[in-house]
C-alpha cells in the first residue's frame, strides 16, 4: 500500500529564498506524482505533473523532480514571494483504471515579506 | 477550463439529520469522481470513488451506509452524510480527472464543503 510522506512539516523563509520540499513515497511502482497548492478553506490547485516515465517537470518559479528509485520527489520554490504562503501537497498516483492519488502529509509554507 | 465546482461551500446541521454534497464538473465528462476527507491541519483522506451509472468503491474503514455517494449522470456526483453526528464534521473535498485522463492530466478538485455538525 502506497503511503506518501512529506518533509518539512512547516516551513517559514524570507521572501526571494529558494526553498526545496521533499516528497517519499513507499511504492515505487508509481503511475504519476502530482504537486499541489491548498490555501486555508480552499480546494487544491495543480501545479505540477510527473509521468513515471519523466524525471522533471517546470512552470514559471517552480520546479518538480521525481526519482523512482529512491522514491523521492522534490518540489524547487525559485525566489520565494509572500503569495506562494500555503499548503503544498504531493500525491502519488496508483495507477490502474481510476488513478486514485495517496496523499502526503503536506507542507505549510510561510513566505515573509 | 476543467472546472470542478461543489456545493454547498459551507453547511452547518443538527445532529441526526442528513446532508448532502455536490459535486459537478462544468465543462467536462467525469464518469469517475473521487471523494475526500481532510481534518484540520491534516491531508486528505480518500473516501471513496464515485462511478457513474454504478456503485461507489469505498475505502477500508469508511461506512458506505453513513456516506452515500450517487453518480447520477457524466457530470454529477452526489454524497450524502446520513445521520449526522459532530465528529462528521469536516472538509469534504471532491475531485475528477478531466476527460478521464489520468496520466498526463492533473486531478481536478473542487473548493470544499466545510460540514459543521452541532
Known amino acids: 500500500k502506497q503511503e506518501v510522506t512529506q518533509i518539512p512539516a512547516a516551513l517559514s523563509v524570507p521572501e526571494g529564498e529558494n526553498l526545496v520540499l521533499n516528497c517519499s513515497f513507499t511504492?515505487?511502482?508509481?503511475?504519476?506524482l502530482q504537486w499541489f497548492r491548498q490555501d486555508p478553506g480552499k480546494g487544491l490547485t495543480s501545479l505540477l505533473l510527473?509521468?513515471?516515465?519523466?524525471r522533471e517537470q517546470t512552470s514559471g518559479r517552480l520546479n518538480a523532480s521525481l526519482d523512482k528509485s529512491s522514491g523521492r520527489s522534490t518540489l524547487y520554490i525559485a525566489a520565494s514571494q509572500p503569495g506562494d504562503s500555503a499548503t503544498y501537497l504531493c500525491?502519488?498516483?496508483?495507477?490502474?483504471?481510476?488513478?486514485?492519488?495517496?496523499f502526503g502529509t503536506g507542507t505549510l509554507l510561510a513566505v515573509q515579506p | 477550463g476543467a472546472v470542478v465546482s461543489q456545493h454547498p461551500s459551507r453547511v452547518i446541521c443538527k445532529s441526526g439529520t442528513s446532508v448532502k454534497i455536490e459535486c459537478r464538473s462544468l465543462?467536462?465528462?467525469?464518469?469517475?469522481m473521487f471523494w475526500y476527507r481532510q481534518f484540520p491541519k491534516q491531508s486528505l483522506m480518500l473516501m471513496a470513488t464515485?462511478?457513474?451509472?454504478?456503485?461507489?468503491?469505498?475505502e477500508q474503514g469508511v461506512e458506505k451506509d453513513k456516506f452515500l455517494i450517487n453518480h447520477a449522470s457524466l457530470t454529477l456526483s452526489t454524497l450524502t452524510v446520513t445521520s449526522a453526528h459532530p465528529e462528521d464534521s469536516s472538509f469534504y473535498i471532491c475531485?475528477?480527472?478531466?476527460?478521464?485522463?489520468?496520466?498526463?492530466?492533473?486531478?481536478?478538485f473542487g473548493n470544499g464543503t466545510r460540514l459543521t455538525v452541532t
Open positions: 475531485s475528477a480527472y478531466p476527460g478521464g485522463n489520468s496520466y498526463n492530466s492533473p486531478l481536478h
Open positions: 511504492d515505487s511502482a508509481i503511475y504519476n
Open positions: 510527473i509521468q513515471s516515465s519523466q
Open positions: 500525491a502519488g498516483g496508483g495507477g490502474g483504471a481510476t488513478n486514485k492519488l495517496i
Open positions: 465543462d467536462f465528462q467525469a464518469t469517475t
Open positions: 464515485s462511478n457513474e451509472g454504478s456503485k461507489a468503491t469505498y
